[in-house]
């Protein structure tokens, strides 16, 4: 699993129908539970190159399409293993061509680029949860906020290897808008 599908899982906490849960979080951000989702769904528009004649044909895929009373929302979630604003950014700005109401999710350690996102109109919601990883030698969960697996809390066995470590949950993952 990765940060990212965690963070899915946290955000709809799915019914076995794959409706929206009841506890989910998705519902701070949208304001509503009665909605449609999906997910890396691909989105064509065309896109004037040059004010002439040529136009482009191009591709966006957001994280997130949520629908319903609400209109459209376009989502992108960031992770903060490979962060990088400016590629954030540029796919932001192409999904204004499709849709009005686009919003982002970063990590609250980068917190710091929100008003970036805000000066070019989108709404940015901070995220911030401790990471369950289980060791792969005893079987131990090992809960904490770094993207780094740590060393097992298991006396009998303080595996230190990066690389026997699964992430299988976020606990206390929380969402909250930037102001």
Avoid at 78 to 96: C, G
Avoid at 111 to 136: D, I, M, T
Avoid at 163 to 175: I, K, M, R, S, Y
């Amino acid at each position: 699993m990765t940060i990212d599908d965690e963070l899915l899982l946290e955000l709809f906490k799915p019914e076995k129908s794959g409706e929206v849960g009841k506890w989910a979080l998705i519902v701070k951000i949208v304001g509503r539970k009665d909605i449609e989702y999906h997910l890396e769904q691909s989105y064509w528009f065309y896109l004037d190159a040059d004010a002439v004649i040529k136009k482009e044909k191009t591709q966006i895929c957001p994280d997130i399409v949520v629908s319903g009373e609400i209109g459209a929302v376009a989502i992108e979630l960031e992770n903060d293993v490979k962060w990088d604003f400016a590629e954030s950014l540029r796919q932001m700005l192409n999904y204004k061509h499709q849709f009005g109401d686009i919003r982002v999710i970063i990590p609250y350690e980068y917190q710091r680029f929100a008003p970036l996102y805000k000066n070019e109109g989108f709404r940015v919601w901070l995220w911030q949860a401790k990471r369950k990883w289980k060791c792969l030698r005893c079987g131990t969960i090992n809960v904490n906020e770094s993207r780094v697996p740590p060393q097992c809390k298991n006396t009998k066995c303080k595996n230190k290897s990066k690389d026997e470590f699964d992430l299988v949950g976020l606990e206390n993952a929380d969402f909250n808008e930037y102001e």
